[in-house]
Protein backbone atom coordinates (compact mmCIF):
# COMPACT_ATOMS: atom_id res chain seq x y z
CA UNK A 1 0.00 0.00 0.00
CA UNK A 2 1.30 3.38 -1.45
CA UNK A 3 0.18 7.05 -0.06
CA UNK A 4 1.29 10.08 -1.59
CA UNK A 5 0.50 12.81 0.96
CA UNK A 6 -0.48 16.49 0.27
CA UNK A 7 -1.53 19.93 2.15
CA UNK A 8 0.92 20.43 4.42
CA UNK A 9 1.16 23.90 6.13
CA UNK A 10 1.51 26.49 8.54
CA UNK A 11 -2.09 27.95 8.99
CA UNK A 12 -3.00 31.07 12.07
CA UNK A 13 -5.52 29.55 14.62
CA UNK A 14 -9.31 29.82 13.34
CA UNK A 15 -7.94 28.82 10.47
CA UNK A 16 -8.55 25.70 7.25
CA UNK A 17 -6.42 23.27 5.57
CA UNK A 18 -7.13 20.27 4.02
CA UNK A 19 -5.10 17.47 3.78
CA UNK A 20 -5.40 15.14 0.46
CA UNK A 21 -3.57 11.15 0.00
CA UNK A 22 -3.36 9.62 -3.14
CA UNK A 23 -3.28 5.85 -2.72
CA UNK A 24 -1.93 3.72 -5.56
CA UNK A 25 -1.57 -0.03 -5.67
CA UNK A 26 -4.79 -1.11 -4.36
CA UNK A 27 -8.22 -0.10 -5.09
CA UNK A 28 -8.99 2.41 -2.00
CA UNK A 29 -13.06 1.95 -2.34
CA UNK A 30 -12.69 -1.70 -0.67
CA UNK A 31 -11.04 -0.45 2.37
CA UNK A 32 -11.27 1.84 5.72
CA UNK A 33 -9.75 4.90 5.99
CA UNK A 34 -8.24 6.95 8.23
CA UNK A 35 -6.77 10.14 9.16
CA UNK A 36 -3.88 10.21 12.53
CA UNK A 37 -1.79 12.31 13.81
CA UNK A 38 1.20 12.50 16.14
CA UNK A 39 1.77 15.70 18.18
CA UNK A 40 5.01 16.02 19.39
CA UNK A 41 6.15 13.91 22.87
CA UNK A 42 2.99 12.43 22.05
CA UNK A 43 1.21 9.12 20.95
CA UNK A 44 -0.51 8.11 17.72
CA UNK A 45 -3.87 9.51 17.90
CA UNK A 46 -6.69 8.72 15.28
CA UNK A 47 -8.89 11.15 14.75
CA UNK A 48 -10.61 10.75 11.72
CA UNK A 49 -11.88 7.31 10.07
CA UNK A 50 -14.59 6.40 7.41
CA UNK A 51 -15.35 2.34 6.60
CA UNK A 52 -15.90 1.15 3.08
CA UNK A 53 -19.60 2.25 3.16
CA UNK A 54 -19.15 5.88 4.77
CA UNK A 55 -19.52 5.01 8.33
CA UNK A 56 -17.42 7.54 10.00
CA UNK A 57 -15.94 8.41 13.82
CA UNK A 58 -14.42 11.27 15.04
CA UNK A 59 -12.20 11.86 18.21
CA UNK A 60 -13.54 14.23 20.51
CA UNK A 61 -10.84 16.90 20.22
CA UNK A 62 -11.71 17.07 16.66
CA UNK A 63 -15.22 16.52 16.35
CA UNK A 64 -17.46 19.45 14.60
CA UNK A 65 -14.09 20.51 13.23
CA UNK A 66 -12.62 18.01 11.04
CA UNK A 67 -14.27 16.18 7.90
CA UNK A 68 -13.05 12.99 6.10
CA UNK A 69 -14.16 11.97 2.70
CA UNK A 70 -13.20 9.62 0.18
CA UNK A 71 -13.41 10.26 -3.75
CA UNK A 72 -13.36 6.14 -5.09
CA UNK A 73 -13.01 7.01 -8.72
CA UNK A 74 -9.89 9.02 -7.70
CA UNK A 75 -8.67 6.50 -5.08
CA UNK A 76 -8.21 9.37 -3.00
CA UNK A 77 -9.00 10.51 0.53
CA UNK A 78 -9.10 13.50 2.04
CA UNK A 79 -9.56 15.50 5.80
CA UNK A 80 -10.89 18.97 6.21
CA UNK A 81 -9.90 20.49 9.45
CA UNK A 82 -11.84 24.07 10.51
CA UNK A 83 -11.61 26.36 13.24
CA UNK A 84 -7.94 24.75 13.84
CA UNK A 85 -6.19 25.09 17.41
CA UNK A 86 -2.54 25.41 18.07
CA UNK A 87 -3.00 21.99 19.98
CA UNK A 88 -4.00 20.49 16.20
CA UNK A 89 -0.16 21.02 15.80
CA UNK A 90 1.00 17.47 14.46
CA UNK A 91 2.46 14.77 11.85
CA UNK A 92 -0.96 13.70 9.91
CA UNK A 93 -0.64 10.48 8.59
CA UNK A 94 -3.25 8.69 6.56
CA UNK A 95 -4.37 5.16 6.09
CA UNK A 96 -6.23 2.43 4.69
CA UNK A 97 -7.39 -0.98 6.23
CA UNK A 98 -9.55 -3.57 6.65
CA UNK A 99 -11.44 -2.64 9.32
CA UNK A 100 -15.54 -3.15 9.16
CA UNK A 101 -15.84 -0.32 12.28
CA UNK A 102 -14.47 3.18 11.96
CA UNK A 103 -14.02 3.66 15.32
CA UNK A 104 -12.12 0.45 15.94
CA UNK A 105 -9.73 1.98 13.07
CA UNK A 106 -9.16 4.82 14.53
CA UNK A 107 -8.52 3.21 17.68
CA UNK A 108 -6.39 0.36 16.31
CA UNK A 109 -2.24 0.77 17.68
CA UNK A 110 -0.43 0.97 14.42
CA UNK A 111 3.74 0.47 14.62
CA UNK A 112 4.38 1.00 11.30
CA UNK A 113 3.91 4.80 9.43
CA UNK A 114 4.98 6.70 6.40
CA UNK A 115 6.72 9.76 6.77
CA UNK A 116 3.12 11.69 7.21
CA UNK A 117 2.72 15.20 6.37
CA UNK A 118 3.24 18.19 8.72
CA UNK A 119 0.44 20.43 9.92
CA UNK A 120 1.09 23.83 12.59
CA UNK A 121 -1.43 25.52 13.58
CA UNK A 122 0.37 29.06 15.19
CA UNK A 123 0.08 32.90 14.78
Known amino acids: LQFVESGRGLVQPGGSLRLSCAAS????????IGWFRQAPGKEHEGVACMTSGFSTYYADSVKGRFTVSRDNGKNTMHLEMNSLKPEDTAVYYC??????????????????WGQGTQVTVSS
Open 25 to 32: GYTLGNYA
Open 95 to 112: AADSHANARDMCEFKYTV
